[in-house]
Structure formats: C-alpha cells, structure tokens
C-alpha cells in the first residue's frame, strides 16, 4: 500500500501511525521526530512532570517498543529540512525519503522575547519540550525568585508549581486580566484569586519593559515603571504553529498549514494534523492547541489515507490543573455575549457561555458533572435556558433526556 511518511513524533504524529496499523495498514510507515524522546504527552510538562511527580517513563504516549513491534519506522532526532512536493521526497539533510502520502503533524513554537529585551539572556525560559522542562527543573527551589510572563494557561500552571514548591513567584499579564484571550472576566477572576490565596503577585494590565543582566537574567522593568528582581524567567506569551517546512515546500499557510474537511493541504498527497492546522468549522476557519483535537484530527487523517472520505468534526475540550483546581473546558466560548454562572459547592463552580439563547462552552473548576453535561449538550446541539442551568437545584443530566 505504499509509504506513509509523518513529519513531527508528537501527540498527532504518534496517534496517526498508531491509527494507521491498528485498521490494517500494511504498508511501510516512517514517524520522523526532531526530539530525541518518543512519543509524549505535553501536559505533565507544566503540572505532574515539573512538580517532580511524574517519572519520565509515563510521560510516554506508548511504551517504547511500541513501534518496533508496529513496524513502524521512528527516527527520533532527526529533522526534516525540506518536502519535494514534486519528486514526493522529504530531506533529512543525510537522507532522502521517497513517501507515497506525507502528513505534516510538525505541531507548534513557542514565542520567545526578542533580544532586545533580554530574551537571549541565560535564565529566560520556555515551556514546550522536556527539554526545555529538564533545564528548569533544578531551578525550581524554595525561595527562588521567578517572574512569569504571560498569564495564560501554561504560565498560570507553571507559576501554581512554583508556589506549591514555595518559590516567590511574580505573573505580569499586559492585557487587563490573566486568560483574557480565552476566557470569561469570572473565570480570570476565579484563577486571580485562587493564586493570590497562595502568595502569588499577579500584575495585570503590566508588560515586561526590559529584563535586566549581563550574561545571566537577574531583574526585570516592567512597563509601570517598576523594578524587580528575579533568579529566572519563564516566557508563556503563546505560541505559533510549526509551518516552516509546508510553508517553504509552497504549501497554502493561512494561520496554519491550511486543510480541508478531511486534513488534505494544498498539496497532491500531503496531510496534516494536529496544533499546526487550521481547519474548517462551523463555516469559519479555526486553530486548535489541544491534545484531543490533534489525536482526533490525526486518526481521521489516517482513516482518509486509507480511503474513508470521512469529515473531521472537531469536538473541542481543554483542561488545566492549578493547584488543586481541575478545570474543564468543553466547546469554544468565540462570540459569546453573556456568561451564566452555576455554583454547584464552595469548591465548585461552572461558567456557562452562551450567545443569545445558544449554548457555546462551559468552563467548569472542580465541577466534572456540569462539564461533561455541557460536552453533551453542545455536541448535541441542546441549549438548556440559562435559568434553568443556573439554578443550583437543577438536575442536569435530566437536561440531557429532554
Ligand atoms: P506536538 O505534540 O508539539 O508535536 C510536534 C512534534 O513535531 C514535536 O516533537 C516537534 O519537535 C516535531 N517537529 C516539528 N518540526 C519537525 C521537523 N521539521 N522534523 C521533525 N520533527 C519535527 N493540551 C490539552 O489539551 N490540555 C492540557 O492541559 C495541555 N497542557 C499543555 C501544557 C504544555 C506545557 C504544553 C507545551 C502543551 C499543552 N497542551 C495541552 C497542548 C498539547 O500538548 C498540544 O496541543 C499537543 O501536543 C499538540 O500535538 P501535536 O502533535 O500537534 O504537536
């Protein structure tokens, strides 16, 4: 059947190859990764990982023996350098391979500083790969001084293990609230207040001016003027996704490697999948930076390569650990005008958002009932009236009945 070659031995990567044998492909299979590590999962590296309670062996998305069994090619280290979208070749600098079909799941880039203000200083600090957790790690003592710039999920879930491991931390947001990007002011506030009760500075509506230090961070100025110091930075100012072979290949980008309905590019044979797609949804064009979406759009990916035909329907949902806060997040909020709130206990609270009398996404704290209800109801297109829903009594799954 051919030679299927996947670019980038991620989440995607790793559940395309795996969906490819487990429907009985029987052709050659290739999974090139440019980390040295196979197949893992990402989240533990901002939670369970950093905290130091998770070995390294269970980030492993499947044991390492895995793929030889499978027959599956993985060449781990290696990065592709360019796609011959002509000749159907990739380069890996000392080798060439011929593939049949190619899906890119390259996944994404952190933004870094610039080194005009300091982002080239020893010190600075992302969170997207074990390598980059390895480095941090040692650094993450009691009484260290941390600056973390950027409150959205990652710096946010980063700066809840810095606290609980009792190191002095400090969060600038330049926006007026932390997750101001993907979430409702009640959820800001709900995660503002849950950190400054464990001693956290968070500073909103504050920018990084400059970090200070010769060779070494050991300060910051920030944008009112103010002064600080720090032992280290961690950078959690978004990401983009990794384009850069498609985009040199000539493969269409348009905020992402840009796909169809079922994951094809541009280009005759080539696929994609995952954080480094934009995909169709409800008539628009979305992005996704997901675990679910990549395992999902990855396997249907698969599915089509072995002739299915079948549409990608993105179901979206997200989490996020801080302390000890579960939060679940099921649809997307995009467009809502008002946000009902369901307190389920002290501990426990959803943030339904609707658009006029539609259901959109619901963020729940510690509240797995109400998320997963809301899952259901949006999938299904069900959009209980906001009374109904922020009435305490209610019984929810009963709304699933009606
Ligand atoms: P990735 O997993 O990033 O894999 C892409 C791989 O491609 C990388 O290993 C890269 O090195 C490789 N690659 C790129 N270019 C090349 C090339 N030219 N040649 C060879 N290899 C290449 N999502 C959630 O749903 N819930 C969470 O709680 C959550 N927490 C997160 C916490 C952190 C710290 C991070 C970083 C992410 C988190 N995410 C979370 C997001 C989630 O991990 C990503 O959405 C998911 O990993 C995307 O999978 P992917 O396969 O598209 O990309």
Redesign the pocket.
């Known amino acids: 059947m051919g030679h299927v070659v996947v670019?980038?031995?991620?989440?995607?990567?790793?559940s395309c190859v795996a969906r490819l044998r487990n429907k009985g492909f029987d052709g050659r299979v290739t999974l090139?990764?440019?980390?040295s590590w196979p197949?893992y999962?990402?989240?533990p590296?901002?939670?369970a990982y950093l905290m130091g309670e998770m070995a390294l062996e269970r980030l492993y998305l499947r044991p390492e023996s895995f793929y030889s069994e499978q027959d599956i090619d993985l060449r781990l280290g290696?990065?592709?350098?360019s796609i011959d979208i002509g000749a159907q070749t990739v380069d890996l600098g000392d080798d060439v391979l011929r593939y049949d079909e190619l899906v890119l799941?390259?996944?994404?880039v952190?933004n870094r500083l610039p080194d005009a203000i300091g982002g080239a200083l020893e010190g600075v600090h992302v969170?997207?790969?074990l390598a980059n957790v390895d480095a941090i790690s040692p650094r993450f003592a009691s009484g260290a001084r941390v600056l973390i710039v950027g409150g959205g999920?990652?710096g946010l879930?980063a700066a809840a293990v810095a606290a609980k491991l009792g190191l002095n931390v400090t969060v600038v947001e330049m926006s007026e609230r932390i997750l101001q990007r993907v979430a409702a002011p009640e959820t800001s506030d709900f995660f503002r207040a849950l950190h400054r009760a464990h001693g956290v500075d968070i500073r909103e509506g504050v920018g990084l001016k400059t970090l200070l230090g010769e060779g070494s961070v050991t300060g910051a100025r920030l944008s009112d003027g103010s002064e600080i110091d720090v032992d280290f930075v961690i950078v959690g100012v978004g990401i983009h996704p990794?384009t850069?072979?498609a985009e040199a290949a000539g493969i269409t980008i348009e905020n992402g490697i840009k796909v169809d309905e079922q994951g094809r590019t541009s280009a005759a044979h080539v696929w994609a999948?995952?954080?480094?797609t934009s995909f169709p949804y409800r008539g628009g064009r979305i992005r996704?930076?997901?675990?679910?979406?990549?395992i999902d759009q990855?396997e249907c990916v698969a599915d089509n390569i072995m002739g299915a035909g079948q549409e990608y329907v993105a179901k979206p949902w997200?989490?996020?650990?801080q302390y000890d806060v579960k939060l679940q997040i099921a649809g997307l909020n995009t467009g809502y005008d008002r946000v009902v709130t369901r307190k389920v206990d002290a501990d426990s609270v959803g943030f339904w958002y609707y658009r006029g009398d539609t259901l959109l996404a619901v963020d729940a704290m510690n509240d797995p009932r109400g998320y997963m209800v809301g899952k259901r109801l949006i999938e299904a297109g069900k959009s209980p009236d906001p009374a109904v829903i922020a009435d305490p009594e209610t019984d929810l799954k009963a709304l699933l009945r009606e």
């Open positions: 670019i980038g031995a991620g989440q995607a990567g790793s090139i990764g440019a980390e197949p999962q990402r989240p590296l901002s939670k290696e990065r592709v350098q799941t390259t996944g994404s952190p969170v997207r790969d999920y990652i879930e990794g850069d072979v999948a995952g954080d480094c996704l930076e997901s675990v679910p979406h990549a990855a997200f989490w996020s650990d």
